[in-house]
């Protein structure tokens, strides 16, 4: 999904509100930015935790019915199959 903010005359910009929530993003929390100049992006890291990450991973799991683990492999060939997918 792409979303679309202003630049102020002072250089800030809000950040569209499903991101901060996707993101769990609150007020005061510092953000990094780094300048992907190859591609000209700026990309967006909220500098999370580990414990952090574990802890939102498990929450949104917990609301997937439970699927048997892919080996390394199966994960491998289903990232493969779903790239063709997209790219036909």
Excluded: C
């Amino acid at each position: 999904m792409t979303y679309r903010a202003t630049i102020t005359s002072k250089g800030t910009i809000t950040i569209p509100a499903p991101i901060r929530k996707a993101l769990r993003i609150k007020p005061g929390q510092k953000i990094n930015f780094e300048l992907d100049e190859e591609n000209n992006r700026v990309l967006m890291d909220t500098d999370v935790t580990v414990e952090e990450f574990e802890r939102v991973r498990d929450e949104i799991l917990s609301k997937y019915p439970k699927q048997k683990a892919l080996t390394g492999r199966a994960l491998k060939e289903a990232i493969a199959q779903a790239w063709v997918s997209d790219h036909r």
